[in-house]
């Protein structure tokens, strides 16, 4: 999938699932993807980064996708690819993890 918005509003996607695409994201894949949405069950901050290296990051950030999209973090965990491009991954309590590639930033808030 080379999509630069993914969003799923019904999925059944665990955090084994997340991590694998993470996993194909950090290799290369998807290069164009800049937003990733989708509602997980059985969620798993251990499963979701397995072997993944990721920094935890405070602080508001305001994030719009190309299309218009916006989302406010206020902490995340934050991946870089090889070629320093980097990610956020924010988990809400509704079930839905977001990928927000970056530099669509709006401001630090």
């Known amino acids: ?4 918005e993914i969003m ?3 999925s059944s996607l665990t955090s084994n699932n997340i991590d694998t695409f993470l996993k194909h994201w950090l290799a290369g894949g998807s290069p164009r993807l800049k937003l990733f949405s989708a509602k997980t ?3 798993d901050l251990d499963a979701l980064f397995a ?20 989302y406010r973090f206020s902490f995340g965990y934050d991946l870089r690819r090889e070629d320093g491009v980097t990610a956020t991954v924010f988990y809400r309590p ?6 927000a590639v970056w530099p669509e930033i709006v401001c630090y808030c």
């Open 41 to 43: 069950i059985n969620f």
């Open 1 to 4: 999938m080379d999509g630069r």
């Open 51 to 70: 072997d993944i290296n990721v920094v935890f990051v405070e602080g508001l950030r305001q994030y719009t996708s190309p299309f218009q999209i916006k």
């Open 94 to 99: 509704d079930g839905e993890t977001i990928i």
């Open 8 to 10: 799923m509003f019904k």
